[in-house]
C-alpha cells in the first residue's frame, strides 16, 4: 500500500507521529509544499503513483473547495481515497497525529472484536435507518459489536463517553449542520474536549454539511480529527438527501461485512452510482484509518448510560 502525503515542511514535523507508521506499514512518499495546496492536475497527478493521498494545507481552504470528493480518479483510471485537514497549527496537527498513530498501533495489537456504534436522532426516518445500519453490521456475527447508542437510549454526555471507548467506528444518522449534529440536543465539537480515552477509528456522519464551512470557521467534521477524538471523520460539505446518506450507509455497512479494514477501502467499496451523494462528501484526517477498536473497547462500551438496561428490556 502507497500513501503520499502533501504539506509544508512546518506541518510535516507536526505529522511525525503518524509518518513513523506509515513509514512502518506502507510506501511512504512525502511532497513538501509552502502551505498552498497544489492544483487539481497535480493532485491527479499524484494519485496516479499512490493508493491514497493526505492533503494538508491553508486553513483559509475549505473542504468543498479543496476537493471535488472523497476520492480522485487517477490517470491510470482507479479511484484514490484522499483526506484533507487544514493547517490550523502545529499543535492540532500533532494532536491528529498522535491520535491516528494511536488507531494504527493497535491495528497491529491483540486482535480484538470489531466495535462499532450506531447513533441516531430520536426521528422515526433515522431510527430506521439506525436499526437498517445495525441488522446489516450484525451479519458479521461474532466479528463485531454493534451498540444501538440512538438519542432514546442515550443522553449527550453518555455518548461522548462511548464515542471516547476506542471504537473502531461510529455511524451517526439525523440532521447536521456545520457545527455538529442537531441530534442529543445539540452535538458540538465542544463537547468534545475532555482529553482523557481512547480516540476513534473513523467517524462517519451520514446527514447534512458536518463538513462545511458555513458561519463557522471550522468544520465539525474538521475539528474532531485535530482534536485527536478520531483519526478520520466522513462528512457533507453541503445539504444532502436522505436517499443518498441511505446509499452511503447500506454501501458501507457491506464493504465493511466483506472484511475491509481501512477507510479507504471502505469507501472506494461502498461509492454509490448517484453523482451528488459522491461529490457532497469528503475525508477528513488519516485515509487510510484503520477500522480497529482497542482490546477492551466492547466492555467499556457495554457500561456506557442505560446501556445494560436497554439490552435486558
Known amino acids: 500500500m502507497r500513501i503520499a502525503v502533501v504539506a509544508s ?26 502551505g498552498e495546496v ?42 484514490v481515497p484522499v483526506g484533507w485537514l487544514p ?18 498501533q493497535r491495528a497491529v495489537a491483540q486482535a480484538s ?16 435507518l439506525a436499526h437498517r445500519i445495525e ?13 444501538r447508542w440512538s438519542a432514546d437510549q442515550l443522553i449527550r454526555d453518555d455518548l461522548i463517553q462511548g464515542l471516547n471507548c476506542g471504537l473502531a467506528a461510529a455511524f451517526y444518522v439525523g440532521h447536521g449542520r456545520p457545527v455538529g449534529w442537531v441530534g442529543y440536543h445539540g452535538t458540538r465539537a465542544h463537547h468534545f474536549q475532555e482529553d482523557n480515552g481512547h480516540p476513534l477509528g473513523v467517524l462517519f456522519s451520514l446527514c447534512c454539511a458536518t463538513a462545511s464551512r458555513k458561519r463557522t470557521g471550522l468544520s465539525f467534521a474538521e475539528a474532531l480529527p485535530l482534536m485527536g477524538k478520531t483519526a478520520a471523520s466522513f462528512g457533507a460539505v453541503e445539504p444532502t438527501l436522505h436517499a443518498d446518506n441511505t ?21 472506494v467499496k461502498a461509492m454509490p452510482t448517484s453523482t451528488t451523494a459522491l461529490s457532497g ?22 457500561r456506557i448510560g442505560r446501556y445494560d438496561e436497554y439490552l435486558t428490556a
Open 135 to 147: 441488522g446489516l453490521l450484525d451479519q458479521k456475527g461474532g466479528e463485531a459489536a454493534v451498540m
Open 38 to 79: 497544489p492544483e487539481m492536475p497535480l493532485l491527479k497527478q499524484l494519485a496516479a503513483h499512490t493508493d491514497a493521498l493526505l492533503l494538508v494545507g491553508a486553513r483559509k481552504r475549505s473542504p468543498r473547495t479543496v476537493l471535488p470528493g472523497p476520492l480522485l480518479r487517477s490517470g491510470d483510471d482507479r479511484w
Open 87 to 104: 493547517d490550523v497549527g502545529a499543535a492540532a496537527l500533532r494532536k491528529f497525529a498522535e491520535g491516528a498513530a494511536h488507531v494504527h
Open 281 to 302: 462528501y469528503r475525508i477528513l484526517g488519516d485515509p487510510l484509518a484503520p477500522l480497529v477498536a482497542v482490546s477492551d473497547a466492547y466492555q467499556q462500551a457495554q
Open 113 to 128: 472484536q470489531q466495535v462499532i456504534a450506531v447513533l441516531s436522532q430520536w426521528h422515526p426516518k433515522y431510527l430506521n
Open 9 to 34: 515542511s512546518v506541518s510535516l514535523d507536526a505529522l511525525e507521529p503518524l509518518l513513523e507508521e506509515y513509514r512502518q506499514r506502507f510506501i511512504l512518499r512525502i511532497i513538501e509544499t509552502e
Open 247 to 267: 446509499r452511503w450507509a447500506l454501501g458501507l455497512c457491506r464493504a465493511i461485512n466483506q472484511g475491509d479494514t481501512t477507510l479507504g477501502d471502505v469507501i
